[in-house]
């Protein structure tokens, strides 16, 4: 049990405790900028800030990209061991067709609903 002279030491201290509290909180008042440059400057990790711009950078190119048209070229050979003839297909004058065969093809492509799908990207990037 507590006893009226340790009741009155105990609020004295618990009084003195808010005051020392309150005034600490005053004297040791910083600003969020100087946190956020002691961080930058402290912090060792923070040197991978300039890899996440890079990657965020390479990333806005990418979908950039995107917009450009799409080029593919393809090929195909092939080679018959027999074609098919008509007789007398030559006194007629359908040729004889050649048993190797070559097909050249390009295509370029370019999607326009994309364009609004690239543009959302960037956004998000």
């Known amino acids: 049990m507590t006893t009226p002279k340790n009741r009155s030491i105990?609020?004295?201290?618990?009084?003195?405790?808010?005051?020392?509290?309150?005034?600490?909180?005053e004297l040791y008042s910083i600003s969020l900028d100087s946190c956020l440059a002691k961080a930058q400057t402290n912090y060792p990790q923070i040197q991978q800030y300039n890899l996440l711009t890079k990657a965020t950078d390479y990333s806005l190119e990418n979908a950039q990209?995107?917009?450009l048209p799409q080029v593919s070229i393809s090929g195909q050979?092939?080679?018959?061991?027999?074609?098919?003839?008509?007789?007398?297909?030559?006194?007629?004058?359908?040729?004889?067709?050649?048993?190797?065969?070559?097909?050249?093809?390009?295509?370029i492509n370019q999607p326009l609903t994309d364009l609004a799908v690239i543009k959302q990207q960037q956004k998000i990037i």
């Open 77 to 107: 050979a092939t080679y018959q061991s027999e074609v098919t003839s008509l007789p007398g297909g030559v006194a007629m004058g359908v040729p004889r067709l050649n048993k190797d065969q070559y097909k050249l093809y390009g295509e």
């Open 10 to 25: 105990l609020l004295m201290l618990l009084i003195l405790m808010g005051f020392s509290q309150g005034s600490a909180q």
């Open 65 to 67: 990209k995107g917009k």
